[in-house]
């Protein structure tokens, strides 16, 4: 079974270009979340799709963050313009549907995006 | 809002030497714990988890670890280390409010 893809595994771009991020999940996850590590730091929670729709997206930093999941598969995240505070690693991960307690609360994460902006 | 703390940033061990890396949170309510670990240029693996139950568990390669609600801790620990165990050691808790949050890392060298 394949796991967590994305891609691409190292972006780098200069401030204010735009930049979108792929997250393939693992087939039949109807959850989808990303993260973000920056500097080194926690990771931390950004927004999470069930299916299509966006469940929480407290998490965003910012309007120049846009994710999409259009038909409940892959998911984008999309930065525009990039900024330099937006250089960190960005974690995709999915888990199954249903109840997010007990044995289907577990997340299943990507190997991550490198972003660096300059 | 809740948050985890992992107290060792970087952990340099010889061969064979025993491993105790903390994580504690801050939550009073139910709580799911994890540890995952990245290894270089790799994607974050589940380690262990607890849901409720025994509160030792055991995980992969040899790992375990040991909730102890009085504490809040999750320390996870392991007998004797070896050099493929060099990674990255993430503590993480989920609440049920939100997705997870992540402790800082744990980055452990071991040294052959």
Same mark, same amino acid.
């Given at each position: 079974?394949?796991?967590?893809?994305?891609?691409?595994?190292?972006?780098? $771009?200069?401030?204010?270009?735009?930049?979108? %991020?792929? =997250?393939?999940? $693992?087939?039949?996850?109807?959850?989808?979340?990303?993260?973000?590590r920056v500097m080194g730091k926690e990771i931390k929670f950004l927004l999470h799709f069930v299916k299509e729709s966006k469940q929480d997206e407290s998490g965003m930093p910012n309007n120049r963050f846009l994710a999409e999941r259009t038909g409940g598969t892959y998911s984008t995240?999309?930065?525009?313009?990039?900024? %330099?505070?937006?250089?960190?690693?960005?974690? =995709?991960?999915?888990?199954?549907?249903?109840?997010?307690?007990?044995?289907?609360? $577990?997340?299943?994460?990507?190997?991550?995006?490198?972003?660096?902006?300059? | 809002?809740?948050?985890?703390?992992? *107290?060792? *940033? *970087?952990?340099?061990?010889?061969?064979?030497?025993? +491993?105790?890396?903390?994580?504690?949170?801050? !939550? #009073?309510?139910?709580?799911?714990?994890?540890? !995952?670990?990245? !290894?270089? #240029?790799? *994607?974050?693996?589940?380690? +262990?988890?607890? @849901?409720?139950?025994?509160? +030792?568990?055991?995980?992969?390669?040899?790992?375990?670890?040991? @909730?102890?609600?009085?504490?809040?801790?999750?320390? +996870?620990?392991?007998?004797?280390? /070896?050099?493929?165990?060099?990674?990255?050691? @993430?503590?993480?808790?989920?609440?049920?409010?939100?997705?997870?949050?992540?402790?800082?890392?744990?980055?452990? /060298?071991? /040294?052959?």
């Amino acid at each position: 079974e394949a796991g967590v893809t994305q891609f691409p595994s190292h972006s780098v $771009i200069e401030k204010g270009q735009t930049v979108t %991020l792929r =997250c393939d999940p $693992i087939s039949g996850h109807d959850n989808l979340y990303w993260y973000r590590r920056v500097m080194g730091k926690e990771i931390k929670f950004l927004l999470h799709f069930v299916k299509e729709s966006k469940q929480d997206e407290s998490g965003m930093p910012n309007n120049r963050f846009l994710a999409e999941r259009t038909g409940g598969t892959y998911s984008t995240l999309k930065v525009q313009p990039a900024e %330099l505070e937006d250089s960190g690693v960005y974690f =995709c991960a999915s888990s199954q549907s249903g109840s997010t307690s007990g044995s289907r609360n $577990i997340q299943y994460f990507g190997a991550g995006t490198r972003l660096s902006v300059l | 809002a809740q948050s985890v703390s992992q *107290h060792n *940033h *970087h952990v340099i061990l010889s061969e064979a030497a025993s +491993l105790e890396l903390g994580c504690n949170y801050s !939550y #009073g309510g139910t709580v799911n714990l994890f540890w !995952y670990v990245q !290894y270089p #240029g790799q *994607h974050l693996q589940l380690l +262990l988890k607890y @849901f409720s139950g025994d509160p +030792l568990v055991k995980g992969i390669k040899g790992f375990e670890a040991e @909730f102890i609600k009085s504490k809040f801790s999750f320390n +996870l620990r392991k007998p004797s280390v /070896q050099w493929s165990d060099t990674a990255e050691y @993430f503590c993480a808790v989920y609440t049920g409010r939100r997705a997870l949050t992540f402790g800082s890392g744990t980055r452990l /060298q071991v /040294q052959p």
